[in-house]
C-alpha cells in the first residue's frame, strides 16, 4: 500500500488527468476500450491518473460499475502510473465507495462534493474526517460547489486525520487559497481543479499551486504535458501561444451548456480515435457543429 506521505509527494509535482469512463451505444461500461485508453494515456507522462473521477461520470456510476471501474483501472495500470479514485455523495456513500476503492487498490481518494444540500462548513468537516478516518489510504479534498472549506475548518481535520493529505480547489476564490495555503503550508499537496485547468495554471503556480489536473490529456496528452512544462519552465511564449490557439477557443465550445466540461472531452477523445461513448443523462453531448469546431481546433495541434 502506497501510504499517505507517499502519495502526497506523487501529486505534488507532475500533471494529474482524470480519464473519461468508457460507455458502449447502450450506456452500458465498456472495459476493453477503457483499458487502450488507459494503455495509451499512461507512458506521457502524467504522475497520477484518478479513475471515476469528475471527468470519469462519477456521478453517474452504479456501486457495481464504480467497483469495476477502478478494478479495471488499477489492474491495468500496476507498475505505470498510481490509481486513485474518485468518491463523493452522502457520507456513508462516499465512505462505501471509498472503502471499496481501497479494498480494489487504489493509492488514494478524491473526496467529491456531497450533493444537493447546503451546509455549515462544521457539517462538511465533519463529513470529510468521517471518510478520512473510515480509511487508511490518503485523502484529497476537492473544495468545489457546495462544498467548500476554509483555513480553520482544514486546520482542525488535518489534525485528528492525518491521511487528509491534499486540497483540490475547483472554486477560484483567490482570497481563500491563499488564505488556506499560509495556513496549512507543506502539511498538504495543493491541486489545482478549476475546469479547463490550463487557462488557470500560471496564476495558481503563482500563488504556490503548482500541479493542476489536466481533462484535455484525454485527447491530445502530448500538448497537455507541453502546456504543463512551459508553466512549469515560466516558458511564456508557449504558455501564450497555446492559450490562444487552443485552449480560449475551447473554452468558447466548453461554455456553451453546463455539464459540457465533461461533454467535450469525450467529444475530443472520438476526433482523435479513442471514442469513449456517449456522456450520460443528465449530461449532453456535444452538437456536430461543435464538434466541428473542436476537430478544427485539434487538428491545428498536429499529431498527439
Known amino acids: 500500500m502506497t501510504t499517505p506521505l507517499e502519495l502526497k509527494q506523487i501529486i505534488s509535482e507532475g500533471l494529474l488527468s482524470f480519464p473519461v469512463t468508457d460507455f458502449d451505444e447502450q450506456g452500458d461500461f465498456r472495459p476493453k476500450t477503457y483499458i487502450e485508453r488507459l494503455e495509451w494515456l499512461a507512458p506521457y507522462g502524467a504522475s497520477a491518473l484518478f479513475a471515476a473521477g469528475g471527468t ?5 456510476l452504479a456501486p457495481a460499475e464504480y467497483a469495476e471501474v477502478i478494478k479495471t483501472a488499477v489492474q491495468t495500470c500496476a507498475g505505470k502510473v498510481p490509481i ?37 462548513q462544521d457539517g462538511i468537516a465533519d ?21 467548500r472549506l476554509g483555513p480553520d475548518h482544514l486546520r482542525r481535520v488535518a489534525e485528528r486525520c492525518p491521511n487528509l493529505i491534499g486540497f483540490k480547489d475547483g472554486v477560484g476564490d483567490i482570497e481563500n487559497m491563499v488564505r ?12 489545482g481543479g478549476l475546469p479547463t485547468a490550463e487557462v488557470y495554471a500560471a496564476a495558481y503556480k ?12 484525454n485527447f491530445i496528452p502530448k500538448t497537455a504535458m507541453q502546456f504543463y512544462r512551459a508553466v512549469a519552465a515560466d516558458d511564456h511564449a508557449t504558455v501564450g501561444k497555446l492559450l490562444d490557439e487552443f485552449f480560449l477557443p475551447y473554452l468558447e465550445i ?28 443528465p449530461l449532453t453531448d456535444l452538437t456536430a457543429e461543435e464538434a466541428d469546431r473542436l476537430d478544427a481546433l485539434i487538428r491545428k495541434l498536429g499529431a498527439q
Do not use: W
Not at 479514485?85 to 473526496?111: D, F, M, V, W
Open 56 to 60: 470519469g461520470e462519477y456521478f453517474s
Open 84 to 120: 486513485l479514485a474518485g468518491a463523493g455523495g452522502p457520507t456513508r456513500t462516499a465512505i462505501a465507495y471509498a472503502q471499496e476503492a481501497e479494498r480494489l487498490g487504489a493509492k488514494g481518494i478524491l473526496l467529491l462534493p456531497h450533493y444537493l444540500t447546503e451546509a455549515s
Open 127 to 147: 463529513h470529510v474526517e468521517q471518510v478520512c478516518k473510515a480509511l487508511k489510504i490518503g485523502v484529497i479534498v476537492y473544495n468545489r460547489a457546495n462544498s
Open 180 to 191: 488556506v495555503r499560509r495556513a496549512m503550508g507543506d502539511r498538504f499537496a495543493y491541486l
Open 206 to 217: 503563482a500563488l504556490g499551486v503548482p500541479v493542476y489536473s489536466s481533462a484535455v490529456f
Open 254 to 281: 466548453r461554455n456553451r451548456r453546463a455539464g459540457y466540461a465533461v461533454s467535450i472531452v469525450k467529444a475530443g477523445a472520438r476526433l482523435v480515435g479513442r471514442d469513449a461513448g456517449p456522456v450520460r443523462a
